[in-house]
């Protein structure tokens, strides 16, 4: 499902001012640019000075340093702490208080909510890394979780017609497939539960507790619309007709834009690409099978792959981004993990829309779900079989 536009925009800082170098334990730091003289600032040296001074691996640059650690440069940091800072001055959780008897900085705790989801290290370690308890780890992270989820919505839409438009040519000039609006996957993110909750339900087919996320990307692996909370026991095929999604789709409110005409004026409607794991439909396109395929299948098999990968690359950056989803999750809240997996595409998208990158120490090296096999789904409508092939011979020409 497409989550809500529930949030006004916070405004955009400017592109990041360049890199400063690190100062030694004790000098006093550097200047720091004008747009970010009125913030709090001390918590990242602190954190910083004591990182280097327990030797802990981090790139040289300060400014390379902060990405490392929190997966943005400053100025979207700056950002973010915009989106939050209102809820996080005039409802703050209680007993935010510091050894130094001070209320948190606004900036201290998006650090801290940020640190604990980038890392997936314990509340106790993260703490530790800031001079807080786990409490207060505890109460930071969930209420930047909260406040997230309600006023940056707007980073995750489904794209209106003009935004469609774009990224369907841009699936079409480096994919070759018209009308093409997206790429769908899914992964586990693996839990622990307590004995009481342990339920054939979440228990999956690598025999791990999870709970699923699909995602749909564009051409940017931007999330354009997930679904989550349902237990990783389930298909990927059942996973799908349970979101929103795909009610949208069969009632022809959604993927219903203007139709394209192929080569042998065959229409070609609006549609998503994935894998064998989801069900041929006339606007979800997965490759043909066998063997013995004709040269319109395989070119059609290609160029659905590569441009199905965007859903698997992105899935794989978000897990590497945000470790707290790519580690196993000890005793999560089910009821408010979903927030936690939303939070976190929300991140992702923010980096994308910032035009932040993502440094390659962070990226991992393996698929997102290491350890499941492909599924194969053998539902095949007539009518997406009829699209598959009106494409495939357009592919041709």
């Not at 001390?42 to 001074?53: A, C, D, G, P, S």
């Not at 980038?118 to 993260?126: F, I, N």
């Not at 489904?158 to 040519?169: C, H, V």
Request: proline letters at 6%; a neutral charge; charged letters at 25%.
């Amino acid at each position: 499902m497409s989550p809500a536009n529930k949030s006004k925009k916070g405004k955009r800082k400017s592109k990041d001012s360049g890199k400063l170098k690190i100062t030694k334990p004790g000098g006093a730091p550097p200047p720091l640019p004008p747009e970010l003289r009125s913030l709090d600032t001390e918590w990242w040296y602190t954190f910083l000075h004591k990182r280097t001074e327990s030797g802990g691996d981090a790139p040289s640059d300060e400014g390379e340093a902060f990405r490392y650690f929190f997966r943005t440069s400053r100025p979207t940091f700056d950002y973010i702490c915009s989106i939050v800072r209102e809820d996080l001055i005039s409802r703050p959780p209680s007993g935010l208080i510091n050894i130094e008897g001070r209320l948190l900085s606004v900036e201290k705790q998006v650090a801290i909510a940020m640190r604990r989801l980038a890392s997936g290290d314990s509340q106790v370690s993260v703490g530790a890394a800031f001079g807080v308890g786990q409490s207060t780890v505890s109460q930071v992270t969930w209420r930047f979780i909260e406040s997230m989820e309600e006023r940056a919505r707007h980073h995750l839409v489904w794209p209106g017609l003009e935004k469609m438009e774009k990224i369907k040519s841009k699936f079409e000039s480096d994919y070759g497939l018209p009308n093409c609006c997206g790429a769908i996957d899914a992964t586990h993110i693996i839990m622990t539960l307590p004995v009481v909750d342990s339920s054939e339900d979440w228990c999956d087919s690598a025999k791990n507790y999870s709970m699923f996320l699909q995602g749909i990307v564009d051409d940017e692996m931007r999330f354009i619309d997930i679904v989550t909370g349902w237990p990783g026991s389930m298909m990927f095929s059942q996973l799908l007709k349970f979101s929103g999604f795909f009610t949208l789709c069969e009632a022809g409110e959604r993927l219903d834009g203007p139709v394209k005409v192929s080569a042998e004026n065959g229409d070609i409607k609006e549609f998503i690409v994935g894998d064998i794991s989801y069900p041929l439909l006339p606007w979800l396109m997965t490759p043909y099978e066998g063997e013995s395929l004709s040269v319109p299948m395989a070119n059609f098999n290609a160029k659905q792959k590569a441009a199905r990968m965007l859903g698997t690359r992105a899935l794989s950056r978000l897990k590497s981004s945000w470790r707290i989803l790519n580690k196993v999750m000890w005793r999560p809240d089910k009821n408010k993990l979903p927030s936690i997996i939303l939070v976190c595409c929300l991140l992702h998208n923010i980096i994308i829309d910032s035009k932040d990158e993502l440094l390659p120490d962070v990226q991992l090296p393996d698929h997102h779900d290491t350890g499941y096999s492909e599924e194969n789904c053998e539902q095949v409508d007539s009518n997406g079989k009829v699209m598959r092939d009106i494409i495939a011979a357009h592919l041709t020409r």
